[in-house]
């Protein structure tokens, strides 16, 4: 026996699953979405591995803004009007003022308005990312996205937008991802992501599943990620809890 043979290998790094459920039109996902990465970023000293995969929800209605928010003739729909709308002016700017408070706490950028686009393309180019690139082709692709409507106020229903932002993390040329946001290339599974969410009683985001044991309702802060995943790491998988333990902000 040689001794190579004889030397024992390293036990395989443990991996954790996170499951970030997010809108790109929420800026509680937005925020907390950075608040993660600081989190995974404070667990350097553990050995362990975290593969974040964020699936899409959708909190606007497929009648209240057109898929593509620039259609001929219609006014992009502004994001300040429409939390008017929604809420009163009152309730909006009172909601709109927590979500600054919470983007300075964060350290983020935050435009005062923004355009208000349904994110279904958006999606499913971010599902193809995660299938061709993992979470870090997903992840670089998602700073661009949750940028744009927050920081840029972009439109990020718009297919040439998108199509640079493909071509910019490599999933594909601009040309290739202009012909697979106008085709159906997954829409299927977008949808199906979509309703499995609401079926599992998803009703608002971020929705936060990690490692299939700990779910977390909404924005949190850094710390609180923090402490449940240095908690599961440290850990032994055969005595952590089988249930999912509900967290809400």
């Keep these: 026996m040689s001794d190579s043979d004889s030397t024992l290998s390293p036990e395989p790094q443990r ?16 925020i907390g979405k950075k608040s993660l990465k600081d989190a995974i970023a404070g667990c350097r000293d553990l050995d362990v591995r975290f593969d974040v995969e964020f699936r ?8 209240s803004v057109p898929e593509v928010a620039k259609v001929k003739g ?17 309730q909006a700017e009172s909601k709109w003022k927590v979500v600054e408070e919470l983007a300075q706490k964060a350290g983020l950028p935050l435009a005062e308005d923004g355009i208000v686009a349904r994110s279904t393309l958006a999606h499913r180019l971010s599902v193809k990312a995660y299938k061709v690139g993992g979470q870090a ?9 949750f940028d744009a409507v927050f920081t840029d ?7 040439e937008f998108l ?13 290739e991802a202009t012909t697979f946001l106008q085709d159906t290339d997954c829409k299927n599974c977008v ?12 009703n608002g985001v971020p929705s936060i599943i990690i490692d299939g044991k700990w779910a977390l309702n909404g924005v949190q802060s850094t710390e609180c990620y ?5 908690k599961i790491a440290q850990a032994s998988p055969m005595t952590e809890c089988a249930s999912i333990v509900s967290v809400e902000s």
């Design 153 to 159: 106020c972009q439109d990020v229903s718009d297919i």
């Design 226 to 230: 923090l402490q449940i995943l240095r």
């Design 163 to 175: 199509a640079d932002a493909a071509e910019k993390v490599g999933l594909m040329t601009k040309t």
């Design 56 to 63: 899409p929800f959708t909190l606007l209605c497929q009648s």
């Design 191 to 202: 949808n199906q992501m979509i309703e499995a969410a609401r079926a599992s009683g998803v």
């Design 137 to 145: 082709m997903q992840g670089r692709l998602n700073d661009i996205l």
């Design 74 to 90: 219609e006014k992009v729909p502004n994001r300040r009007d429409y939390l008017v709308r929604k809420f009163g002016r009152e």
């Design 15 to 30: 991996t954790i699953k996170i499951i970030f459920i997010s809108d790109y039109l929420c800026a509680f996902c937005y």
